[in-house]
Nanobody, 128 residues
Framework: QVQLVESGGGSVQAGGSLRLSCTVS???????????LGWFRQAPGKEREGVAG???????TYAESVKGRFTISQDNAKDTLYLQMDNVNPEDTATYYC???????????????????WGQGTQVTVST
């Protein structure tokens, strides 16, 4: 069964904003007990790239390419992860995935290796 589900993707003009959401199942929290949640993206022909992550001790890490433009957050119930995307550009076009993992360090928050559970992805297309 799907444990994480992304939503909120779509088409947006360059300079605009978009907010992605990821619902996290109770299985993740009750059985897996993750200490890191993150957003990744992948464009056709390119490697998967870490975008933003929340790790142990509530540590937040962003890729240099999105600093100052994207914001990762989690609701009070901890069942939804968000990615607020502001001032988007065509280079942000990709399929975005949310993921849950364990044993995530600082830089590791933006690496795929610690993440075990992944969503199906939501497409974001930025036009000029």
């Amino acid at each position: 069964q799907v444990q994480l589900v992304e939503s909120g993707g779509g088409s947006v003009q360059a300079g605009g904003s978009l907010r992605l959401s990821c619902t996290v199942s109770t299985f993740i929290y009750n059985q897996y007990s993750p200490n890191c949640l993150g957003w990744f993206r992948q464009a056709p022909g390119k490697e998967r790239e870490g975008v933003a992550g929340i790790g142990q001790y509530r540590r937040v890490t962003y890729a240099e390419s999105v600093k100052g433009r994207f914001t990762i957050s989690q609701d009070n119930a901890k069942d939804t992860l968000y990615l607020q995307m502001d001032n988007v550009n065509p280079e942000d076009t990709a399929t975005y995935y949310c993921a849950a993992g364990r044993n995530c360090g600082g830089a590791e928050l933006l690496q795929s290796r610690p993440y075990l559970y992944w969503g199906q992805g939501t497409q974001v297309t930025v036009s000029t």
